[in-house]
């Protein structure tokens, strides 16, 4: 069964290091959402994106992060420089369709910083 | 704006006893509401959506799910729980008719007691 990939599962940084993770969605799924998940907090969408343009970037801290698809394929999310509040689970997830069609969620990077 | 409440963060329960684990939601208009499930160390997976049609919808693993309009609910029930049914579940929440992203309750730990 076709799985989202991320990388690394962990990782561990000092503040105001630059950080990045990496996420491959299911083969033909033209949408990609990045989500945060505080401990104990549901998801939250950071942005999403349609083919490799982003429709969603209300809630991405732009002075910090920033977001790429630039093949409409994998995409990479980067953090510089971290904060000790970035600390969360940072989520890839793909479908085919936006909105309604039932999103893929790969295993997540568990970023602690310190 | 959207919200989603999930009114139980914590909810124990012994093997082969029946569960509900409610979610409420805060819209004027029409919405799309999904049911995810993460369990330990792995992504979120959905258990059921409701988009249009009947109230009643049925997911996985024997879950299922009733959309109640007049008192914004979307609970869901299990007859029968296993212990394999130890995870977090996220109620989410989308606005209908438009490009709208998904909102995400808190989420309800399940803890099954054998």
């Known amino acids: 069964e076709a799985e989202v990939a991320q990388s690394p599962r962990y990782k561990i940084t000092e503040k105001s290091q630059a950080v990045a993770f990496w996420c491959d969605p299911i083969s033909g799924h033209a949408t990609l959402y990045w989500y945060r998940q505080i401990l104990g907090q549901g998801p939250e969408l950071l942005v999403q994106f349609q083919d490799e343009s982003v429709v969603d970037d209300s809630q991405l801290p732009k002075d910090r992060f920033s977001a790429e698809r630039l093949k409409g394929v994998d995409s990479t999310l980067k953090i510089q420089p971290a904060e000790l509040g970035d600390s969360a689970m940072y989520l890839c997830?793909?479908?085919?369709?936006?909105?309604?069609?039932?999103?893929?969620f790969g295993p997540g990077t568990r970023l602690t910083v310190l | 704006a959207q919200s989603v409440t999930q009114l139980d963060s914590q909810v124990p329960v012994f093997e082969e006893a029946p569960v509900e684990l409610r979610c409420n939601y805060s819209s004027s208009v029409s919405v799309y509401l999904f049911w995810y499930v993460q369990y330990p160390n792995q992504g979120l997976q959905l258990l059921l959506k409701y988009l249009s049609g009947s109230t009643l919808v049925k997911g996985i693993n024997g879950f299922e799910a009733e959309f109640n309009k007049s008192q914004t609910s979307f609970h869901l029930r299990k007859p029968s729980v296993h212990i394999s049914d130890t995870a977090e579940y996220f109620c989410a929440v989308s606005q209908g008719g438009g490009a709208q992203k998904l909102v995400f309750g808190q989420g309800t730990r399940l803890t099954i007691n054998p």
């Open positions: 997830a793909s479908s085919l369709l936006p909105y309604t069609d039932t999103q893929y």
